[in-house]
């Protein structure tokens, strides 16, 4: 049978179908996590996501047989364009059965419709921001994913460099191991650098016990210190005012606040930040995408109950304090944590692989490179 290609409808229920073909490509997978279906609904929908302000998107699913067999999402980031010149196009939710004539009708659409927009690449998979997922698997099909990431077939891959798309940017992921000293699980190392810091810059770390204390302290800087510290990564959209408010209302609700480490300077101005949060990929698993009928209780247990994987989500510094040992004031804060909530093991998420001063930090950890990603490129 043929390959239909229909354009879909951005509203929840027509995006409801296209996010549970995500999901249910990879239903007897064990290594895959789903992602929550309201959320990626919510990115989708141009009157709830704040970067459709300034991005365009279409998103398409094939058909055989009236049977969905594959989804793209294709967007356009102006601002991005703008700040790099280029003409580029992204793709994005993109999954598919390993089938070529699915994976052909599926990019022969992302390329016609990058193609009357006047754009001359295809870049993907990226999301609207650094804050979507991004990064197609190409190593690591056999380690469970992150809340973070994306998990895809080792087909994938394959299909992509059989249409033509070559490497664009790397990312590598790392397993850490959590110190377990005899005291506080600090490494020596550190705790010297700490010392060192905190008395050189006056820096010091704070912690918080009301998250409305922090929105109001630091809600709005703490985005503001991503845009600084990020911009210069690759393909980095800047959040607007309007998406900070956003992602504020969104997660400083759910963050565990023993888990965030926050460093200020002698005037509270803040200097860096270090997010953490328990590993979610089991939870998510059984909650399966969805917080009813019991997806809430899953995901509670995920947050606050016994677990021995944490994930770093995210560290930032402040462009001027960068290099200068910051990061060993945030593992001095949160490394103890670590210990007395009995995290076993770290998950670094994504870093590019040319990022050295990332790379450095995992040095006094057991570490291990257990995952690739890839943006790929393609020109139209």
């Known amino acids: 049978m043929p390959i239909e290609i229909r354009h879909i409808t951005p509203n929840r ?17 064990p290594y895959f996590v789903p992602p929550l279906i309201s959320e990626d609904i919510e990115t989708l929908m141009p009157d709830k996501n704040p970067a459709f302000d300034y991005c365009e998107a279409d998103s398409y699913m094939a058909y055989r047989d009236n049977k969905p067999v594959g989804r793209i999402t294709m967007l356009v980031n102006n601002v991005v364009n703008e700040r790099t010149g280029k003409k580029e196009a992204r793709f994005s939710f993109v999954d598919f059965i390993d089938d070529n004539e699915v994976v052909d009708a599926l990019f022969a659409t992302a390329e016609k419709w990058a193609h009357d927009k006047g754009l001359t690449s295809l870049v993907g998979p990226m999301g609207f921001t650094d804050m979507d997922h991004e990064g197609m698997l ?56 700490a010392a060192i ?23 709005h800087a703490l985005f503001d210190l991503i845009n600084e510290a990020y911009d210069s990564l690759y393909g980095y959209s800047p959040l607007t005012d309007r998406q900070i408010d956003y992602y504020v209302d969104k997660y400083i609700g759910i963050v565990r606040l023993d888990c965030l480490s926050v460093i200020v300077d002698k005037n509270d101005k803040l200097v860096a930040l270090g997010l953490s949060m328990p590993s979610m990929s089991k939870a998510l698993r059984k909650a ?4 009813l009928p019991f997806g809430w209780y899953h995901l509670l247990r995920g947050i606050y109950g016994r677990n021995d994987v944490v994930d770093l989500l995210l560290i930032a510094v402040k462009k001027e304090y960068m290099s200068r040992g910051v990061n060993a004031l945030i593992f001095e804060d949160l490394i103890p944590i670590f210990k007395r909530e009995g995290f076993k093991e770290a998950e670094s998420n994504i870093e590019l692989e040319g990022n050295d001063s990332v790379r450095l930090q ?3 950890f057991g570490h291990r490179q257990h995952r690739r990603r890839r943006a790929y490129r393609k020109d139209v």
Do not use: C, H
Not at 13 to 29: M, N, R, T
Not at 143 to 167: C, D, H, S, V
């Open 197 to 219: 810091v905190r008395q050189k810059y006056e820096l010091r770390s704070i912690k918080f016990t009301s998250r409305k204390k922090i929105k109001a302290l630091y809600g």
């Open 362 to 364: 995992w040095q006094y």
């Open 138 to 193: 190409i190593e690591g099909f056999d380690q469970m994913g992150t809340m973070a990431t994306i998990y895809n077939y080792p087909y994938y891959p394959k299909q992509l460099e059989r249409l033509g798309f070559t490497k664009d940017a790397d990312w590598v992921e790392y397993r850490l191991t959590v110190p377990q000293g005899d005291d506080d699980g600090v490494p020596e190392k550190f705790k010297r650098i």
């Open 13 to 29: 229920k027509e995006l409801k179908k296209f996010v549970q073909f995500g999901i249910d490509l990879y239903k007897d997978s």
């Open 288 to 291: 399966k995408g969805k917080m």
